[in-house]
């Protein structure tokens, strides 16, 4: 079975400075996408960034990147120049490529940004 | 952009009550699912539907069923409510990309219910 682990359940970080979350996820498939996804306080649930699996290049948005290593299986989000919006709940998620329309969730890192 | 509404941000209902959730999307989404979100617990799946009348258990199940009469609505019925149903609620949707799969969800604002 998959499973998705999100080690830190709080971190903080001044506004401007650069912050990494960390995820790592157990799978023997080899075909599978994995996602971060954003919470804001008392807002929906938007994505952050998305990953396949097959793809070597790292997924980038903006001041978000992510650090995936396939073989450790670590994908961990990069936020860089942190804004106070940054405020929020992180997921991450994983789903097989195939065969399955169940995505796994991690139990979330709440980040706060400090002025 | 894609929307996905729920009927309700916050809800209280009393132990035994039939509690009905709504979700509704506008992007002709083929996948809707209907999650909990509890502290510490991360997202846990209750029940998926892929279809018009066609759903899935997920993770949960227990003590709750849906309802899909139209693609773009979805709805989570608590049959008889709990004290242990206090959750956030929330709805997502998502396209098929067909068999690559990895759609990314999009999700609703969640419903806030707390079962007295």
């Known amino acids: 079975a998959q499973t998705v682990t999100q080690s830190q359940p709080e971190m903080s970080v001044q506004e401007a400075e650069t912050v990494t979350l960390s995820c790592t996820y157990d799978?023997?498939?080899?075909?599978?996408?994995l996602f971060w996804y954003k919470q804001p306080p008392s807002r929906q649930m938007i994505l952050v960034i998305r990953q396949e699996a097959y793809k070597q290049q790292n997924a980038t948005e903006n001041r978000f990147s992510v650090n995936f290593q396939k073989a450790a299986k670590s994908f961990s989000l990069k936020i860089s120049d942190s804004q106070l919006g940054d405020t929020a709940m992180y997921f991450c998620a994983f789903i097989l490529g195939e065969g399955t329309y169940k995505y796994i969730f991690g139990t979330g890192t709440r980040l706060k940004v400090l002025a | 952009d894609v929307k996905v509404t729920q009927s309700s941000r916050y809800l209280v209902k009393r132990t035994g009550e039939k509690v009905f959730l709504e979700c509704v999307q506008d992007m002709d989404h083929e996948n809707m699912f209907w999650y909990r979100q509890d502290p510490g617990l991360g997202l846990r799946l209750i029940y998926f539907s892929y279809d018009v009348k066609m759903k899935e258990k997920g993770d949960i199940p227990e003590g709750y069923s849906v309802s899909r009469e139209k693609k773009e609505r979805f709805s989570l019925i608590l049959e008889s409510a709990s004290t242990n149903q206090t959750s956030m609620y929330l709805c997502a949707s998502s396209f098929v990309l067909g068999a690559g799969g990895g759609e990314t969800q999009y999700f609703g604002p969640g419903t806030r219910l707390l079962v007295l």
């Open positions: 799978t023997s498939e080899n075909n599978y996408y």
